[in-house]
């Protein structure tokens, strides 16, 4: 059955949808969870920024592990590790338990996306990988619009605890289908040593360093458009629950079926934004994302605490500028690096990751309301917006003298 490349593709891209539904299907739960453990809100919103940084960080590992062990045992230590910590989370009896349980569900995360990443490159190549992996960023938006209803089900059925059962359910079935499914072989790099490296005709390939990626203007620009966007969509996801629930009288489901709605958005979005990078380019489609959050936050400083409704429609347009940007950005932040794309982007993930965790985490502790919070972090989208029309201009120029 190993080799039944359905099969294997199946379990691939089941192991998707895991890094997602780690946030999305418990946010629901959120106001029992402040009950149960006695805490304020914004410490149970560090969760969220606690399993993203662990997520971003171990990108770092998972990556070389998984070439040098195999697809088949990265995704089967990433399974085990994921179920492993959201069991503990359901057994934490402190706040600081449930911390240490959710960083290492984000290492397992980081694990099973990484090899799902992977495997596609080592069986596809060209448009048919970009087809595969396309495929899967489709399965990551499509996560929002279903799991908060999901959780909010299991919540209403069993608290708290029932959506992080679902999730180790799902990690120790799919741990069985990925050792029955799966190849233990080696990427083609864990097979490459050092001597073979000398060998290199292109010496551009081994001058392309870390320091070379973090001390490009282009890189950094685009980069951390992706990471202030990134923290901004995250900061939504932590505080919606508040705003809704506790402070908004939405039931479980009614807050589901909303947040599902601003994930449709986000499709929706996704799918037009290959088209203003057609018509307009993708450096103005990058700038006219970026506004689009910026406005959506410069709305939220004026709305009452108790304007839920509105408060969602504004944070659908911080939702729908990501995906307008996020492609053309990454693209951009990228481009530069024909020999090194691969550890190009692992940086560029790592700052998106490990930079929005940390303006959720900080934004926490502002001590003001969870909407002027988002309003905040939205806001500073207006960074992006100045440095992309800086950045524009230049490549114009460049541009005008090369022809």
Known sequence: MAGNKFFQLLVIFSLIPLGPLAIDVYLPSFPQMIEAFAVSESEIRQTISIYVLALGVSQLIAGPVS?????????????????????????????????????????????????????????YEGDVAGKWLSYMGGVTSAVPTIAPLIGSGLALLWGWTGGFYLMAGLALLLFIMSAIALQSKKSVKARVNVKDAVN?????????????????????????????????????????????????????????????????????????APRLMRSFGRRNTVRF???????????????????????????????????????????????????????????????????????????????????????????????PVLLVTVDNRTAHRTNSRLN
């Open 67 to 123: 070439d040098r062990k195999g697809r088949k045992f990265s995704a089967m230590l990433g399974l085990i590790m994921y179920a492993a910590g959201s069991l503990l989370v359901v057994a934490s009896s402190s706040l600081e338990m449930l911390y240490a349980a959710r960083a290492l569900q984000g290492v397992g995360a980081s694990f099973t996306m990484i090899t799902a990443m992977a495997w596609v490159r080592d069986n």
């Open 200 to 272: 290199v005709k292109d010496m551009q390939a081994l001058k392309c360093n870390v320091r070379d990626i973090l001390t490009n203007r282009t890189f950094l620009v685009y980069s951390l458009t992706n990471m202030f966007s990134f923290g901004a969509l995250l900061t939504y996801i932590s505080v919606a629950p508040i705003v809704a629930i506790s402070e908004g009288g939405f039931s479980q489901v009614q807050f589901s079926l909303m947040f599902g709605m601003i994930g449709g958005v986000q499709i929706l979005a996704s799918l037009i």
């Open 289 to 383: 994302g970026a506004t689009v959050i910026t406005v959506g936050g410069m709305g939220l400083l004026f709305i009452s605490s108790n304007a839920t409704y509105l408060f969602f429609a504004l944070s659908a347009l911080g939702a729908a500028g990501f995906s307008l940007l996020s492609g053309s950005a990454t693209s951009l932040a990228l481009e530069p690096f024909k020999y090194c794309a691969g550890l190009a982007t692992s940086i560029d993930g790592f700052f998106r990751m490990i930079g929005g965790a940390l303006l959720v985490a900080v934004s926490g502790l502002f001590g003001v309301s969870s909407i002027s919070t988002l309003a905040i972090v939205m806001l500073l989208s207006l960074l």
